[in-house]
Every structure is written in C-alpha cells, then in structure tokens.
C-alpha cells in the first residue's frame, strides 16, 4: 500500500475535537493524518493501520472528492458508527488478525 504519513495534523485534531477523541488518524487521499498519536505508536498498531488502508482503497475506489462526498452523506445519514465505509474500515481490522 502506497501511502504517506502526516503527524500533528490540522485537519486530524479538527476531526479529534469533532469526535471528542484523544486521538486520531484519518485518511486524506493517500495521506494518513495523525493528532495525538506518533508515526511509531500508529504503524505498530497492524488493527489500526488495516483500518486506515482500508480508506485509502475507498479513495482510490471512488476518487478523492466523490469518496468525501459520500462518507459525509453517509455519516448524516446513519452517523459515524454505522457508516457503511467504516464498517467496511472495522472488517479490515478482523480480517488481519
Ligand atoms: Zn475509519
């Protein structure tokens, strides 16, 4: 998987304050965007990782704006926790293991 890795992201803490989370990683096109966990902390994760990959792939699926569009509309829709992405995401974690 080819992918970047951006720590102390703006766009990551937004989404932290957002989801009231001590940390987040979330995916941007190719770019994994971390606030309040390190590059180390995160890569040894494998669950974690699995997870943000799997959004790459959505991107990569979709393209970059249509992919935002419709998690957005997904997230109004039923909310975070039952979006069908990030079901998708949470699937990519077990399937590792
Ligand atoms: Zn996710």
Redesign the pocket.
């Known amino acids: 998987m080819d992918y970047k890795i951006v720590e102390n992201s703006s766009f990551a803490r937004v989404a932290r304050m957002v989801l009231k989370s001590d940390n987040v990683a979330m995916v941007l096109g190719k770019s994994i965007h971390l606030s309040g966990v390190t590059k180390e902390v995160f890569l040894k994760n494998k669950a974690w990782l699995a997870?943000?990959c799997c959004?790459i792939r959505q991107f990569q699926q979709y393209g970059f704006f249509k992919f935002l569009w419709l998690y957005l509309v997904e997230s109004i829709k039923v909310g975070y926790y039952q979006n069908k992405?990030?079901v998708e995401?949470r699937q990519a974690e077990t399937e590792l293991s």
């Open positions: 997870h943000e959004h992405f990030e995401a």
